[in-house]
């Protein structure tokens, strides 16, 4: 079994910034890819970012140039770094982990959330 714990949530003005951590553990064999989810009241689950073993990163287009996903493979972390925050960027933020675990079968593992609010 593989969980994923989350930490860094909270509030900020608009313009500022936070930084979201999500540490993933268990029977871990290896992780693939890593990311973050967003979701609002009456929403759809929306990716934010996610980014491969190797460290490529695919951003939502409302957040480019803005977040900056990283991961540290030793950790087995992944990291969201939110820069010039937006009231709309105001949401429930979950990370998540596809790999393999010791096992040696799949895995899909889900944070249990870290509420970010950007006040205008």
């Known amino acids: 079994q593989v969980q994923l714990v989350e930490s860094g949530g909270g509030l900020v003005q608009a313009g500022g910034s936070l930084r979201l951590s999500c540490a993933a553990s268990g029977s871990i064999f290896t992780t693939n890819a890593m990311g973050w989810h967003r979701q609002t009241p009456g929403k759809r689950r929306e990716l934010v970012a996610r980014?491969?073993?190797?460290?490529?990163?695919n951003y939502a287009d409302s957040v480019k140039g803005r977040f900056t996903i990283s991961r540290d493979n030793a950790k087995n972390t992944v990291y969201l770094q939110m820069n010039s925050l937006k009231p709309e960027d105001t949401a429930v933020y979950y990370c998540?982990?596809?790999?393999?675990?010791?096992?040696?079968?799949?895995?899909?593992?889900w944070g249990q959330g870290a509420q970010v609010t950007v006040s205008s």
């Open positions: 980014i491969t073993s190797g460290g490529s990163p």
């Open positions: 998540f982990a596809l790999g393999i675990t010791q096992k040696f079968t799949d895995f899909a593992s």
